[in-house]
């Protein structure tokens, strides 16, 4: 039997389809088993725990198991490459971080370009900081702490809960703006620096409003002023550091990701459930209580904030001079 070329055209052109069709009938049904929620720190810290109670909300409403998977290591870089590889058909998706954005500069060579190969599907919330002081330090304010420490260069300590966490380039942030002098002593982690800074040997530290709020309460240590641009509820008396430094914003951040060239109505459809997520009182709370605040929004949305994220930290990081340990 002879064929045509036409028959041929046609013939070539269904089967090229093929794989997209397949694509497509696929996200109409999904899903149809279980999705894994990679979580790129150990079972049992903050992104955890978010990510279980937002896999148990996301089971319930679309009827099957989100399986939360830990793939700890190398500051969040392995879960995510794992991430990145992932067939985009929207059964593995990430736990994003703050770390995303950040270790695109502090990491030159990394196998992956989080910003291209992702494809941003929720915000789920910030995490605002607070600069805390030892009591022992004479100032008492933001403006006289940038006052003191231009009079003093070199002499304030300011612990570093981490090379490259938002903690410690929240601090460099500050000394960028702030245009000061002051010493970044690296600890492995916010628990190992706070005896530090109680006992005076650091003066200052950019620490997580919810671990903080005891020692400011108590009185061992001075709250200064939140990183985020506006004030906090739970620190209503406390003035954003933008108020002192315009433009200075500094958080952590906890959102949702699946690898880039995923069918855009399964990101649409995690989209939706995610923000409905958010919504509930229950789990607002919960995220409170977490230090995690308001977040929400389009996928668009999440690109945009994460691609603004990527570019100021990269400056941050620049003029630090911070490399991964």
Not at 213 to 220: E, F, T, V
């Given at each position: 039997?002879?064929?045509?070329?036409?028959?041929?055209?046609?013939?070539t052109?269904?089967?090229?389809?093929?794989?997209?069709?397949?694509r497509?009938?696929?996200?109409?049904?999904?899903?149809?088993?279980?999705?894994?929620?990679?979580?790129?720190?150990?079972?049992?810290?903050?992104?955890?725990?978010?990510?279980?109670?937002?896999?148990?909300?996301?089971?319930?409403r679309?009827?099957?198991?989100?399986?939360?998977?830990?793939?700890?290591?190398?500051?969040?870089?392995?879960g995510?490459?794992f991430?990145?590889?992932?067939?985009?058909d929207?059964?593995?998706?990430?736990?994003?971080?703050?770390?995303?954005?950040?270790?695109?500069?502090?990491?030159?060579?990394?196998?992956?370009?989080?910003?291209?190969?992702?494809?941003?599907?929720?915000?789920?919330?910030?995490?605002?900081?607070?600069?805390?002081?030892?009591?022992?330090?004479?100032?008492?304010?933001?403006?006289?702490?940038?006052?003191?420490?231009?009079?003093?260069?070199?002499?304030?300590?300011?612990?570093?809960?981490?090379?490259?966490?938002?903690l410690?380039?929240?601090?460099?942030?500050?000394?960028?703006?702030?245009?000061?002098?002051?010493?970044?002593?690296?600890?492995?982690?916010?628990?190992?620096a706070?005896?530090?800074?109680?006992?005076?040997?650091?003066?200052?530290m950019?620490?997580?409003v919810?671990?903080?709020?005891?020692?400011?309460?108590?009185?061992?240590?001075?709250?200064?002023?939140?990183?985020?641009?506006?004030?906090?509820?739970?620190?209503?008396e406390?003035?954003?550091?933008?108020?002192?430094?315009?433009?200075?914003?500094?958080?952590?951040w906890?959102?949702?990701?699946?690898?880039?060239?995923?069918?855009a109505?399964?990101?649409?459809?995690?989209?939706?459930?995610?923000?409905?997520?958010?919504?509930d009182?229950?789990?607002?709370?919960?995220?409170?209580?977490?230090?995690?605040?308001?977040?929400?929004?389009?996928?668009?949305?999440?690109?945009?904030?994460?691609?603004?994220?990527?570019?100021?930290?990269a400056?941050?990081?620049?003029?630090?001079?911070?490399?991964?340990?």
């Amino acid at each position: 039997m002879l064929i045509s070329r036409r028959q041929i055209w046609h013939f070539t052109i269904g089967a090229a389809a093929l794989p997209l069709l397949a694509r497509v009938a696929a996200a109409q049904n999904y899903p149809s088993r279980p999705v894994h929620l990679v979580v790129t720190v150990p079972a049992g810290g903050s992104p955890d725990i978010i990510a279980r109670l937002l896999g148990q909300w996301l089971s319930d409403r679309l009827a099957q198991p989100i399986v939360v998977e830990n793939r700890p290591g190398a500051s969040a870089n392995i879960g995510t490459e794992f991430v990145v590889r992932a067939t985009p058909d929207g059964y593995t998706l990430l736990l994003a971080m703050s770390a995303n954005a950040i270790n695109a500069s502090l990491y030159p060579k990394l196998n992956y370009n989080f910003i291209s190969d992702v494809a941003p599907v929720a915000l789920i919330g910030r995490i605002p900081l607070v600069l805390v002081a030892n009591p022992s330090l004479p100032a008492k304010t933001v403006p006289e702490l940038i006052a003191y420490a231009k009079a003093n260069p070199g002499k304030i300590n300011m612990a570093s809960a981490g090379k490259g966490t938002p903690l410690d380039v929240a601090g460099e942030l500050f000394k960028m703006m702030a245009g000061v002098d002051i010493v970044s002593v690296t600890y492995q982690g916010e628990s190992l620096a706070i005896p530090d800074l109680l006992s005076g040997q650091m003066q200052i530290m950019f620490g997580v409003v919810p671990a903080s709020l005891g020692y400011i309460r108590s009185g061992k240590l001075r709250a200064l002023g939140v990183t985020t641009q506006a004030r906090q509820q739970v620190l209503p008396e406390l003035p954003a550091m933008d108020e002192f430094l315009p433009g200075f914003e500094a958080a952590g951040w906890y959102g949702v990701a699946a690898p880039k060239n995923t069918p855009a109505d399964v990101v649409a459809l995690l989209n939706k459930e995610i923000n409905g997520a958010l919504r509930d009182p229950a789990i607002e709370k919960r995220l409170a209580e977490l230090g995690v605040g308001p977040g929400g929004g389009s996928a668009s949305d999440f690109a945009a904030f994460i691609a603004a994220e990527t570019e100021k930290w990269a400056k941050v990081v620049n003029f630090a001079g911070s490399k991964a340990n």
